[in-house]
């Protein structure tokens, strides 16, 4: 599986755009890049899936380049409740195996 | 759907003893994820199945970890003689085979004392 890298942890302002950039320099033609959130005492919760190009749906928007090397999770207009951890993965959408989970990012959203 | 459903929620044990936990995941789902989270780290895989075959296992999972979905519905996860290094969040997850959507229960968060 194709390792990710992303920031630790961002800090933002309630309203503002939020934007997670992960790199993923060694992903193969058949995965896919996956956004998940986490709040504390609970699971990972699905945000977002992509193969190339831009993805949005009613939470955020996910911004591939066509090297695929990177992804941009966008979140807009965060609120409090945007405070989370953001874990992007990189897997075979096909294989279905286990998802390998990084340290995330740890996004604080202030008042 | 109720989601996938983990029970307990919450489990304190004295080193040395058994637990077992247990996780129903989305009934249609043929998929099964068990992983665990220390604090500050990411979730980490341990097993999975699919339906009632377990057809992975991580090195985490010494001989003292057992896992079984016997009907190829609800799934246990067992640790006998627990240590203190055990405690940790652990989460189970279900997904339909073929598909990347992941579903992951509460978890169970262990406190071994």
């Known amino acids: 599986l194709a390792k990710t890298t992303q920031p630790i942890s961002m800090d933002s302002y309630e309203g503002q755009e939020v934007n997670i950039t992960c790199s993923h320099n060694?992903?193969?033609?058949?995965?896919?890049i996956t956004w998940y959130q986490q709040f504390p005492s609970q699971g990972p919760r699905f945000i977002i899936q992509?193969?190339?190009t831009k993805v949005t749906n009613e939470v955020a928007s996910l911004f591939i380049p066509a090297d695929r090397k990177s992804s941009t999770l966008s979140l807009p207009r965060v609120s409090l409740s945007d405070t989370a951890v953001y874990y992007c993965l990189v897997g075979d959408k096909a294989a279905g195996n286990k998802l390998t989970f990084g340290g995330g990012t740890r996004v604080l959203v202030k008042p | 759907d109720t989601g996938v459903s983990q029970n307990p929620r919450h489990k304190i044990t004295k080193r040395g003893q058994n637990v077992t936990f247990r996780c129903d995941p989305i009934s249609e789902h043929n998929r099964l994820y068990w992983y665990r989270q220390t604090l500050g780290q990411g979730p980490e895989f341990l097993t999975y199945f699919q339906n009632e075959a377990q057809l992975e296992k991580s090195r985490l999972l010494s001989d003292r970890f057992s896992a079984e979905r016997p009907k190829g519905s609800f799934s246990t996860l067992e640790i006998q003689r627990t240590e203190q290094g055990d405690s940790a969040m652990y989460l189970c997850a279900s997904s339909p085979q073929g598909g990347y959507g992941y579903t992951f229960g509460s978890g169970t968060r262990l406190t071994v004392v």
């Open positions: 060694n992903i193969a033609t058949n995965d896919y």
């Open positions: 992509g193969y190339k």
